[in-house]
C-alpha cells in the first residue's frame, strides 16, 4: 500500500484509547507527515465527503486517513501505512502480514465497538507506556552517535 503525505486521519479523540493511540504515533512522526482530525468534535464538517459517501458516522466508526492525491484508506489499511510512516515497522508488519491481517481485520470492529469500555480499562496507559519506551530506546540509541557516525548494536 501505497500512500502521498501529508496523510490526513481523522479519528475520535472523544475516544481515551483512540486519543491515546494517535498521540503517540504522533510522536514518532518526526517528518510531520501525519495531520491528525477529530472527527468527533461538534464543529467537525462532513459536507466535503459526503459525495465520496463517507460519512461522520462511518468516520467514527472505522479509522479514515486520506492521503494527499485523495486515495482514502480505511480501517486495517490506514494503520499499516500510519505505522510504517512513523517508522513502526514491526506493528505495521504485524497488522498487514497476509497471515495476521485477516485476524486484525475480524478483531477490529469488535475493538471499535467497544472502545470506550477498553478506555476504562486502562488499555489507553499502555499506549503511554509504549511511547515512553520508544523514546527511551531513541534517546539511548541518538547517544550512541558523534561527529556524523553511529555505532548501534542492537
Known sequence: MNATYPLTIYYDASCRLCNSEMQNIKIHD?????ILIDCSA?????????????????????????????????GVDAFVVIYRTVGLNLLANLWGH????????????????????????????????????????????SRKCADGRCSVSE
Open 98 to 141: 497476509p497471515l495476521t491481517k485477516p485476524i486484525a481485520e475480524r478483531l477490529y470492529p469488535w475493538v471499535v465497538r467497544h472502545r470506550y469500555v477498553l478506555s476504562k480499562l486502562g488499555l489507553p496507559e499502555l499506549f503511554t507506556l509504549w511511547g515512553k519506551y520508544a523514546a527511551k530506546k531513541a534517546e539511548k540509541r
Open 30 to 34: 518526526a517528518d510531520n507527515q501525519l
Open 42 to 74: 461538534n464543529d467537525f464538517d462532513q459536507t466535503p465527503f459526503l459525495a465520496e459517501g463517507i460519512s461522520k458516522e462511518k468516520m467514527m466508526n472505522r479509522l479514515h486517513a486520506q492521503d494527499a492525491s485523495g486515495k482514502w484508506l480505511v
